[in-house]
């Protein structure tokens, strides 16, 4: 077994992401910067889930948290024919159970956090119907909807790192980090170091 620091998988995840978005932000062939979009959006939601199965980990080891340790291990660990829970409804209950706080999916950093999970989840959970065309005469079975891919550009990639970080840092500020503390807390969770 290898045992390492809370945030080592974040870090792995954000440095990950800002590698992708150097590729892109240098990247001129359209399918590659849509290759480097769809990546960094599957990275930017896997970091931020992996922040907060760490985060609300760590937290309910603090005493005024304890309580819900059994129902946050319980989430992230297989029990016995039973799956773990997956991101939306860690984000619908743990903030609302353990800090007694919503977050609001209905404007702001939630909003476009939601709207990037949403896209993640239309490019990895991958559903379509079987389509045929007709073309001169020649039918072609079997086409797959790749809307969701095909309409990805730059911006949607470098994006998918700004939501990351501010969402991560609402997250922060819901449990209680002071705002001049976010800075030291988003370079311990994420190895983003403040811009002066």
């Known amino acids: 077994m290898a045992l390492s620091s809370p945030n080592k998988m974040i870090w792995s995840c954000f440095r990950s992401l800002q590698q992708n978005i150097n590729s892109i932000e240098i990247e001129t062939n359209a399918d590659t910067v849509k290759d480097y979009a769809a990546a960094s959006i599957v990275i930017s939601v896997t970091a931020v889930e992996t922040f907060l199965n760490m985060y609300f980990r760590v937290l309910v080891e603090e005493e005024k948290y304890n309580e819900h340790k059994g129902m946050i291990i319980d989430d992230q660990i297989p029990q016995v024919g039973k799956r773990t829970k997956g991101l939306e409804q860690k984000l619908n209950n743990w903030p609302n159970k353990v800090l007694n706080k919503n ?27 079987y389509e045929s065309v007709n073309i001169g005469g020649i039918n072609i079975n079997g086409l797959a909807d790749t809307s969701s891919f095909d309409t990805l550009n730059k911006a949607d990639g470098l994006n998918s790192l700004i939501v990351a970080k501010e969402f991560i840092e609402y997250i922060l500020a819901l449990s209680g980090v002071k705002k001049e503390q976010l800075p030291h807390a988003i370079h311990h969770w994420t190895g983003i170091v403040a811009k002066q």
């Open 103 to 129: 977050i609001n999916f209905n404007q702001g950093i939630g909003k476009e956090f939601d709207e990037i999970r949403i896209r993640r989840n239309n490019l990895t959970h991958f559903t379509s119907n």
